[in-house]
């Protein structure tokens, strides 16, 4: 028997759904960090125009298809033209790579937010600690469990008294506590033996004063490719997502004024993100500790909580629950997305799908667990990276699939159906689809060319020229 087709009740369920979906783990600890490294300010300028070009495009077209068509993502492009049906199935593979080592980050994250909860947290602060943790073979599988379960969880409820239930919770007090913690680091601050005060303020001008010092055009454009690559992770685009959640989006929901809410939605949790990371690891770590990378949540910051004293331990705990509701939001879109399209593609009930896909990612969680220890390997990538497990899906999804899946998506919508098709969807009410013309162009000619190079560049074959 084929369920009811679900919807979101209303625009604002819809939005909180969707910005929930976009604020991941990636705004809150991707976005600082390149920001730190390529330029503070000058990034932040670069991402901006980005996200009102490039990220407005493609979160456009994904949502504006997914309610053209009312069907998830696997089905949706062959509903556009029937030679492109192939473009569906790409676009399931990202969501299926993804949940594989999703819930494993969020089972890291869950064991921070539970230590910090029965300890004072100093375990936390020692270089050894992380990498102690993700190696052991017991405690990351225990912690990804909790971490899962609670996501299949959410979306067994449906996208109505699920999703959108549990993002009209969350958002609100992920808003809150980041707007907290962000407001709490401009205050600190820390003298050193020398004598030199390191200040919150200080560190807040580091994060928005940009850096055009040893600028050359390779240096910009690799900050430009950081700035492109984060945009995929922020917006969930080029995954199927949008397009599922667009195909539950109502009628008579103004497209246009939603979409504009969801940019802003997002790209205002990264920035507060920033603000609320940057200020505090300049004042207690320096410009060493800004350059820290990919290991700024797990090691850099709970030497930050360390050094804050009694307040430290408060400060992470809200940290690691805020860190926690942005896992849990995106955590959830990548699963309801695997749900949606296996309903359509089987043909069974929202809970025997659940059982399934929960079943799929508990052991594909628990192999990428074992990539720490007994499956470990280090296998050198395209891009000139090297990788174990975890990282060779995310290059996989991140850097290979998503990039390529925008390629074709603006050449079948810029050149096969045209971009009236999106536009006239967006207009749907009579609502002034402001943007349409930028639309236009960018979707036949600039999306293209630059989804293009990125795919050439994570590919290795960019490294040529």
Known sequence: MKEKKSNFSNSIGFVLAAAGSAVGVGNIWRFPYLCAKDGGGLFLIIYLVLVLTFGFVLLTTDIAIGRKTKQNALKAFGTLHPKWRFLGYLTFLV????????????????????????????????????TSFITSKVSPIVFMLIFLALTAWIVYRGVEKGIEKFSRFIMPGLIILILAIAIFSLTLSKKDTDGTVRTGLQGLWVYLYPDFSGLTVKRFLEILLDAMSQLFFSLSVSMGIMVTYGSYVKDDVNLNKSINQIEIFDTGVAFLAGMMIIPAVFVFLGTDGMASGPSLIFISLPKVFEAMGPVGKITAIAFFLMMGFAALTSCVSVMETLVA???????????????????????????????????????PLPNGATAQLLDVMDYISNSFLMPFISFLTSILVGWVIGPKYIISEVERNGEHFGRARLYSFMIRFVVPVVMLVLFLVSTGIGNLF
């Open 95 to 130: 969501p299926a790579l993804i949940m594989t080592y999703y819930s494993v980050i969020g089972g890291w994250i869950t064991k921070y937010f539970c230590e910090y909860i029965i300890s004072d947290g100093s375990a936390l602060s020692r270089d050894s600690y992380f």
């Open 341 to 379: 399209n296996c309903m359509e593609i089987f043909h069974k009930t929202r809970k025997q799908m659940c059982s399934m896909i929960g079943i799929y990612s508990l052991i594909t969680a628990v192999l990428i667990c074992l990539g720490y220890n007994a499956l470990y390997f280090e296998l």
